[in-house]
Structures are given as C-alpha cells and as structure tokens.
C-alpha cells in the first residue's frame, strides 16, 4: 500500500553552520590552512559572522582530557588569539561572537585538571612567550567594553568572559593581570547604570572574587578600593541586590520544607519568599517539594543554591566599608516589606539550622556569622539595630526542632539576631562539634551585651531562650567531654562561654527589662545542679582563682544550694540537687532566689564586657582563603560565567 502524501515526515534536523567550522577547526588539521598551520582569512571572517553556538562548541570541547587538549596547542591558541583581535577591534557583531565564544571556550578548557595549572593553561592560550602582550591588552579591552560598550548586552558579555577567566584562572598568575588593570570603575559604572537595575549579581561577584585574590599574600587593589568607595546610590543598589539574592536563596530551602507558623499573614508570606509584587523579587521557579526524607535530605544538602558566591563580596564590603554598613542597616525600599537587612538575617537563620550538613553549607554560614560581628563591633551600626524605626519582620528558620518562640510583626533587629545565634547553636550540636563557628557564635552574643550593659539597653526579649541554650550547651560539653576535650581551639570556646555567663550574672540588672528576667537566670542556673561543678572539673577550669569567671558562678551556686538547704527539713538525707527537684516547687525556689539576693556578694571580674576587634588576616585568614575557593567553585559549577 502506497504511503498516504499526508502522512507526516520527520523533520530534518538541521546543524548549524559554525558547529562545521568547530570541527574544521579541531578535527581536520589539513584543511583550509595556509602554509604556516594557521587557518585562512576567510575561514575567520565566516567564523566571526555565524553567531555562536554554545551546545556544538561544548559537546566538542567536553570529552577532551586536559592531555588531549594540550596536542591541540595549534587549535586553542588560534582561537584565543583571533577571538581577542576580534575583541579588541571592537566591530559589531564580531567582537560579540569573539565574547560568547571566549566565554564557552574558556569554560570548557579552564574547569579540565591539568598536571601544572598554570603554565598548561598559558601554554593553551598563549604560550609563554607571548601571555604578557596578549593578556594585558585582552584585559584592557575587557575593562573598556565593560565600561563604555555600545550597548549593555555587549557590556554584559564582556562581564560574562571576564567571570570565565576570574574563576577558571583564580588559582594561577593569569588573574595578576586583572590587578594591573583596575576593573573597579567599570564594574560600578556599570552597576550604577539605569539599564543594568536587574543584572548587579555577576559584575558584584566578580568584584568578590577579584577582591579576594591573593589578598592576604599582595596587597589587592580592590581591597582599597572597596574601603574607599563611598558612592551611595550605588552601594543601595548592591545592597538592594544582596537583599533580592537572599530572598532567593531561602526561597531554595522553603520550597523543600515549607516551614511558615500557623497564624501568617498571605501578604506576609508572599513577601518573606520573594512571591509578592510588591517585594520586587521575581516569583521563583522552583521544582515540586520532595516527599520522602531522603529526598529531603538529598535537596536540603545541595543547599545553599546558586546565589550564595553574592555572600563573598557582601563581607569584603562589610568589612571594609562604615557607609556600606550603615546603609545595610539603614537601607529601606517604598512599597517593600521586607528590607535588605531583613532579608540577610533570615537567610542567615537558614544557613545556621543547617550548616551540619556539609562543610559547605558550615563555610556559607560562618561568613555571614563574621558580618554580624562586624555589624556588632561599630557602635554606630549598634545604635542602629536597636533604633525602633528599623524594626522589620524576620523569617526565621523551623525547619527543624526545637523552635524558638514566634514573635509576629516588626521586631529589634539586634533581638533577631539573638535568636538566629542561639537557634544556630541549638542545631548543630555534634560530637564533631564545629568549636570555630561556636566560638563565633558567643563572641555574637558578647557584644550584644556589651553595648547592651554599656548603653543600659533593655530589650524586651526572651531572655529565657537565651540562658536554656546556653546552659544546654554547658551541659552538652560536659556529657561528651571524651569526644570534645581534644578538639582545636576547645579551650578558648569554654573560656569565652563562662565568660559570657559570667557577664550576664554581674551586670543583668543592666540590661535585662526587669527582676522577672534576672531572676530567671538565676533559677537556670540552680536548676542545673552539680552540672556546673562537674562541667568546671573535666575541663579543669581554675575554680581555685577566687576572681575567675568559674569561680563567680560556682559561688553563685553555693549561696542558693546552702539557703534551699535552710529552706528544706531535710538537708541531711538527700543530695542538694535533688532538694530542689523533690523538695521544692518551682514557686519556692524563686522565692528562695529573691531573698537570697539581700545575701548575695557577685565579684564581678573586670573586662568580662571587653572584647578586641576584628582581625581578619589575623582570626580567619585560613578559613577566608578557604571560603574563596568554595565560592569560585560554585561559581564554576552553578553560574558558569553566565549565559551566552
């Protein structure tokens, strides 16, 4: 039987043009060449005319090893080289093929392994011979592109092919050349112009990943430049940006495990994870949640996503910059609920229930633990986080037990930051403990009081979370002492937490709102028992030094265990910490604890409110060099130097 003509025919598939050329290119050596190996005129006029075609160039680029690469020096070095001639002649639509096709190219070679990193990559490119004179001019004509382009599609191809090099050469000399050449103005040119309000992301994270190049061996340009950068309408579109990421970034983890409490508002909802117009956050596109938990695990274990590297340059900023920290405070948008601010330290809340997970999602969490000190140590910026007028309503994380009270509307932002600090620690108890970010975690919590007791500051905040945490994780070290006794640094963490305890016992009446909260402590502190005498022998604290900090509250202790003792007719028989269990009611004991003050002598240790201010090259230097090299690894992996 005839076939019908209505039947329908296959389509053919058709190949573009230039995927030919590619593999002209990289497959016939003997074709279309001149005399010296090099292809002809007019194969690279045709080359630069067709528009590139990202999928062709990487499934031919792709399964080459780095050993296969390095037999077709000839090839990739051609390719470089007219691709930068093309650039640097600046002619439309050449120079934007020559972009896009840098940007595969240098992503498909940068990301192999390779025996010597560098000089592979230069042998690649260039050779070594002539790497100065064509990098320095290629870098030269990024600069300009990115910061006079004829048009921002082109300014931001230049962006995309410099993210390429940023990341792909982060641990090779190649990036020097971006130091000799300062992209700064171009980068914040670029980020202050009207047509780029809603591409500020990658030249800010390439801005991060230059500043952190070798920063701590040479001095880095971009570190001076960042401290000395006092333009505000540009800084409050990168902080605008750093908001609109964050809000991202948790929407990843709440469309795992949707964790809102009963009672929200839609409004609020829709504006916590960036769904609400009014938010100015785009409606993410995010996959159905997973069912099992294994699934849950799995997604929550990819987290954070692919916005995260934008956490890199918001510390470099932070640290380096007052206006930036005042206006990250400060910073608020008409018609927006939720601030910038706002934004980051619900982020934060999610980044610290989960640090556990990865030594990834640890480094994400802890970088934005040092912001929050940074925050913590200008008095200023203190000032500011206690101002009623910057009040705003925080998410917080619960996705995971146990959950802090919920606290509805507007809020102190410092008190928020308490909460996130003591959730962190409450979730990431392991016998593997993370002694690092905790002793982080309680320097936090230090400096809170400090100006609190300084400024006598009464925040009405539950304060009763924050003395339950603490003496829970007393009581933690104290059950898995074999595990933690030897870890690094263990011993300046038990130093700073009785230290912190301490603080809080001798100066409470000046910054707790009332007696109810003061007596609180006190009763947390009874209530633990012989714990705080056991916790103080395995550690071997100095108990025999009447004025250390162990010793304030071990004598705390002993007053109120000798006047329960007075308290009960049985003082004999039964062990002190049971007397107050069995013996006495709740209601009885803070009795005892109220009259036990007339009684009470607390020696307060001087310096217990001190502390030194931040040193990065000094405090987290290694952990920095570290987190720098995550990020330009998510970079690689996530964004991939952008779209082409």
């Known amino acids: 039987m005839e076939q019908s003509p209505l039947t329908q025919q296959a389509r053919p598939s058709f190949r573009p043009k230039i995927v030919s050329l590619y593999e002209t290119l990289f497959k016939e050596a003997n074709t279309s060449v001149l005399g010296n190996g090099e292809k002809a005129a007019g194969f690279w006029a045709e080359f630069f005319l067709l528009k590139c075609h990202p999928p062709g160039l990487v499934e031919l680029l792709g399964p080459l090893r780095s050993d296969d690469l390095m037999g077709l020096q000839p090839q990739t070095r051609e390719l470089f080289l007219r691709c930068v001639s093309c ?44 790497v100065d004179k064509v990098f320095t001019g290629f870098v030269a004509a990024l600069e300009g592109l990115v910061r006079n382009g004829r048009n921002i599609e082109l300014r931001c191809k230049a962006i995309q092919t410099a993210m390429c090099i940023a990341y792909g050469a982060f641990q090779t000399g190649l990036l020097s050349y971006f130091t000799h050449r300062d992209f700064f103005p171009a980068l914040m040119k670029f980020i202050n112009d009207p047509e780029a309000v809603l591409i500020t992301y990658d030249p800010f994270v390439l801005l991060g990943i230059l500043a952190n190049y070798n920063k701590f061996e040479l001095q880095n340009p971009y570190q001076l430049r960042l401290s000395d950068f006092v333009n505000e309408p540009t800084i409050k579109k ?154 705003g309503p925080v998410r917080l994380c619960r996705q995971r037990q146990p959950h802090l009270p919920v606290v509805r509307g507007g809020r102190i932002l410092m008190m928020v930051m308490i909460d996130v600090v003591i959730d962190g620690m ?72 009785v230290n912190l305890v301490a603080l809080s016992l001798s100066s409470g009446d000046n910054f707790l709102p009332g007696a ?11 209530e633990t028992g012989d714990g705080l005498k056991k916790f103080a022998e395995v550690y071997s604290l100095p108990t025999h030094l009447p004025q250390s900090s162990i010793s304030i509250l071990l004598a705390v202790s002993d007053h109120y265990y000798r006047l329960i003792a007075e308290f009960t007719t049985n003082a004999a028989a039964q062990a002190r910490s ?67």
């Open 87 to 130: 650039v640097k002649a600046g002619v439309g639509p050449q120079d934007e093929v020559a972009l896009e096709t840098l940007t595969v190219f240098l992503r498909s070679i940068l990301t192999k392994r390779y025996t010597n990193l560098s000089s592979d990559i230069i042998s690649l490119l260039t050779g070594l011979d002539n």
């Open 238 to 391: 990168i902080i605008k940006e750093i908001g609109s990421a964050s809000a991202q970034i948790r929407a990843d983890y709440i469309s795992v495990q949707e964790d809102l409490p009963e009672g929200w508002s839609l409004g609020g909802v829709l504006s916590y994870v960036g769904l609400s117009a009014l938010s100015g956050i785009p409606k993410p596109k995010t996959p159905p949640p997973p069912t099992s938990a294994e699934a849950v695990k799995l997604a929550f274990d990819e987290l954070p996503g692919n916005k995260a590297p934008i956490l890199l340059p918001t510390y470099d900023f932070a640290h380096l910059n007052k206006l930036f920290l005042f206006q990250f405070v400060e910073f608020k948008e008409q018609g927006v609920e939720e601030t910038p601010i706002c934004a980051y330290i619900s982020l934060t809340s999610y980044l610290l229930q989960h640090a556990h997970r990865s030594a990834r999602s640890t480094a994400y969490a802890r970088c934005n633990l040092l912001v929050f000190r940074i925050l913590l140590e200008d008095q200023a910026t203190c000032k500011n986080l206690v101002n009623e007028e910057n009040k």
């Open 426 to 497: 409450n979730h990431n108890l392991r016998k593997r403990l993370d002694v690092d970010m905790y002793i982080l975690c309680i320097a936090i919590l230090q400096r809170i009081l400090s100006y609190l007791i300084r400024t006598k500051t009464r925040l009405e905040y539950h304060w009763s979370e924050l003395w339950r945490s603490i003496l829970s994780f007393i009581k933690f070290l104290t059950t898995y002492v074999a595990d933690l006794k030897d870890l690094p640094r263990i011993t300046d963490l038990i130093h700073n937490l």
């Open 516 to 526: 109810a909260e003061y007596d609180d402590l006190f009763y947390k502190l009874v």
């Open 578 to 644: 049971k007397l107050a269990s069995k013996n006495l009611s709740p209601a009885q004991v803070q009795e005892v604890i109220k009259k036990g003050y007339e009684t009470l002598s607390i020696k307060s240790k001087e310096g217990l409110d001190g502390w030194e201010r931040y040193r990065e090259g000094l405090e987290e230097r290694g952990f920095l060099k570290r987190f720098a090299r995550w990020v330009v690894e998510d970079v690689r992996a996530g964004k991939g130097g952008g779209e082409v």
